[in-house]
């Protein structure tokens, strides 16, 4: 007699890839892509092809999420110092070799793809310093948290130099999210940060004779203290250096309350907002919704930070909690540089807008951490939800 062996429906079959993961989580990371998906429909109807290539940007991201979702905690460990040893040789490989576009030499040609080395850098980074402290769980001492540092400003340095002073800055701030996160002094961190806090008020106070034409800052290249300066004061050049700003600012202030509707914009779509489906898109986001569009927005992201974060405390390990920690703490500071700069309060720096900025790379680093995060969600203590 022969034997018929049913065939599992799809749905069984896909069940396994899904187990485990944290609904709450997947729900704000959904709700984030519609509202990025929504936004580019609105502020980019009218260059072809742009929301349909970032609704397959979308796609391509959460496929690369529920992959890497699948790799277990413990292989992401194995692969953390590898990781980290293959980014920097690719940054000492920029240095030497590397390709150079406006005046930046950024990128690396590989003869079947061009790369950008530093990207990688944004998770191998976080990945590294939470395998270092997860070695050394239970007996950490100031020797750890000093080669942590210098870990962490090898790539950084690597970074500064090509020059590309926001990737660094987003790399810097992953790998201090872990370094704070393991349990760094109050007493070591409060005296940067009133020192950073002096520097600021001195630049404000200093603007006028430090800004003059033909005064050089030594530490910074001409077109980082061109940016401080317009952040400083945009209507010193309103027609060059401070376009930018002010056009996002004036879009911001445009849309008012409600904003003037979908795809209505016309800052927007006079192209008076710069990058209005990258850099700027918050700007064209505010000005087509409004007050209350961003407050939603707002709160989007504040839910989606939140749910990182409980699933970081429940991680089963230290390197757990480190990398899962740090990953969505650098999410955030994503975000608030791209609101920040758009709305005149940071320096113009090319940072994107998680979930809602077109760009594949970012978009895939974005599904690779949500996959990570994922990962060490699957993996959690038994606590109260």
Request: with cysteine.
């Amino acid at each position: 007699m022969a034997v018929v062996i049913e065939k599992p429906p799809l749905r069984a079959r896909l069940a396994p890839l899904v187990q485990g993961f944290d609904g709450p989580f997947l729900l704000t990371v959904a709700l984030l892509a519609l509202i990025g998906q929504v936004v580019m429909v609105s502020v980019a109807w009218d260059i072809e092809g742009r929301a349909w290539d970032h609704a397959r940007n979308l796609l391509i991201a959460a496929i690369v999420m529920l992959a890497v979702a699948q790799i277990p905690p413990q292989r992401l460990q194995a692969l953390a110092l590898p990781s980290y040893a293959v980014g920097v040789v690719l940054l000492v490989a920029v240095e030497l070799v590397g390709v150079t576009k406006k005046g930046a030499q950024r990128w690396l040609d590989l003869g079947v793809v061009t790369i950008q080395p530093s990207e990688l850098m944004k998770i191998a980074m976080p990945l590294m310093l939470a395998w270092w402290f997860q070695q050394r769980e239970g007996r950490l001492r100031m020797l750890d948290f000093a080669v942590a540092g210098a870990l962490l400003a090898l790539p950084v340095g690597l970074i500064l130099l090509q020059p590309d002073l926001g990737t660094a800055l987003l790399v810097l701030a992953s790998g201090l999210s872990v370094i704070y996160l393991a349990g760094l002094s109050w007493k070591l961190i409060l005296p940067p940060l009133l020192l950073g806090a002096l520097g600021v008020a001195t630049l404000i106070v200093m603007e006028p004779q430090w800004c003059a034409p033909g005064v050089d800052w030594v530490v910074l290249h001409e077109y980082q203290r061109q940016r401080v300066c317009t952040l400083l004061d945009p209507t010193r050049d309103p027609l060059g250096k401070g376009f930018h700003i002010l056009q996002g600012m004036i879009a911001i202030g445009s849309g008012g309350l409600w904003g003037k509707g979908f795809g209505q914009g016309t800052q927007t779509h006079l192209d008076f907002v710069p990058e209005r489906s990258t850099d700027f898109i918050f700007a064209a986001f505010a000005e087509e919704f409004g007050f209350v569009g961003v407050l939603v927005l707002l709160a989007a992201y504040g839910l989606f930070v939140w749910r990182g974060l409980v699933l970081a405390m429940r991680a089963s390990t230290l390197f757990g909690r480190l990398l899962a920690g740090a990953l969505i703490l650098v999410q955030f500071v994503y975000a608030f540089v791209n609101i920040g700069m758009v709305s005149g309060i940071l320096p113009v720096v090319g940072v994107p807008l998680p979930f809602v900025s077109y760009g594949g790379t970012a978009m895939v680093a974005l599904g690779a951490s949500l996959g990570l995060m994922l990962s060490v969600g699957r993996h959690k203590r038994l606590v109260p939800t």
